[in-house]
């Protein structure tokens, strides 16, 4: 197979803000990442497709690097883009190639529409290390200084960042689809100010973002089927605080028989209640990740059932409301 590769070096133009604080003597500032911006780009073939994808490596606040997938309508545009992932992180190059060639269904649909889409690696989740505080910059010696250790959520904030730059895509009109774990991570970013334009929250785990304890998360299946259940081992308090600093609009789909519904349905039900941009549906769907796992046959031919197909239809519709070709 031939590569191309591209290197592409732009400045994070990171907005204005004040210094986030002093932790033992140090100043932090708002994370960015050092210019010049570098990312790396491997344009590769599609099974099946005449569009290809940009396997791109795209540097993080401190230096490392993280592959997404980034794949574009024909035509110079801007394009509108949404942003696909799921999961915990951590599974690198081999992940993004293996949805974008053998999971791609709902990414289809979206660049037949006129949206450009990309599939999304992050580093890999770190148990229970959200605190709610945003990730600031300092130095130490010649060197940069966290006031943290960076998360998963801070690489989706880093990626919306850099396509919001690319040339061909329009920098107001970048969406998030994350599943799962990538819904939860969602949620984070949106209260400490990620700023797009629309967001779907399918499934989220936001166990962490409700506050939950993690001995109340800790065995390898934990269930919370409804709100009474998760309640418990909540703090509304807390999570209070975070939800009425969302500003973006999000649209909670939700899946009737998922052994975490308690969570997802309690996170819409409080920032319905804090007067958030928010809207929801559930479906009785036996897949987690209904909206995004849409299966193969043995000849490469997807096949969405009917669930799956009118989810993709709201889907679409919701992201036309904020953010149409």
């Known amino acids: 197979m031939i590569r191309t590769t591209a290197l592409i070096c732009c400045a994070w133009l990171c907005a204005a803000g004040a210094v986030l604080g002093q932790q033992q003597g140090k100043v932090f500032g708002p994370a960015k990442v050092t210019e010049p911006w570098e990312a790396f780009v491997f344009t590769e073939p599609v099974v099946n497709s005449e569009i290809p994808v940009d396997i791109t490596l795209v540097e993080t606040v401190d230096g490392l690097f993280t592959p997404i997938g980034i794949r574009r309508p024909k035509g110079r545009g801007p394009f509108p883009i949404v942003l696909f992932f799921t999961g915990n ?41 959200y ?31 850099y396509v919001k730059r690319l040339p061909y895509i329009d920098g107001g009109k970048v969406g998030l689809a994350g599943n799962s774990h990538g819904g939860g991570m969602i949620l984070r970013a949106a209260a400490e100010g990620l700023d797009v334009a629309a967001a779907i929250a399918s499934e989220p785990d936001a ?26 081992h909540l703090d509304k308090k807390v999570a209070m605080e975070r939800i009425r600093r969302i500003k973006i609009p999000i649209f909670f789909m939700n899946r009737d028989r ?49 669930i799956q197909v009118q989810a993709i239809q709201q889907a679409l519709d919701f992201f036309k409301k904020y953010m149409r070709p």
């Open 89 to 129: 992180g951590g599974a690198g190059v081999q992940q993004v190639r293996d949805y974008v060639n053998n999971r791609a269904y709902t990414m289809e649909r979206f660049l037949a529409e006129g949206y450009a889409v990309a599939w999304l690696n992050y580093r890999a989740e770190a148990w229970f290390a």
């Open 131 to 161: 605190t709610g505080t945003p990730l600031g910059v300092g130095r130490q010696q010649a060197n940069q200084l966290m006031s943290r250790p960076p998360l998963e959520y801070d690489d989706l904030r880093t990626i919306v960042d």
């Open 207 to 232: 166990s962490e973002f409700l506050q939950m304890p993690p001995d109340a998360f800790a065995g390898e299946n934990p269930l919370y089927p409804t709100m009474e259940s998760a309640a418990p």
């Open 258 to 306: 998922d052994e975490l519904q308690g969570l997802f349905e309690t996170a819409y039900a409080w920032m319905k209640e804090a007067g958030c941009n928010v809207e929801r549906v559930s479906y009785d769907h036996p897949v987690h990740g209904y909206l995004i796992r849409v299966p193969k046959d043995d000849k490469g031919v997807y096949h969405p059932d009917t």
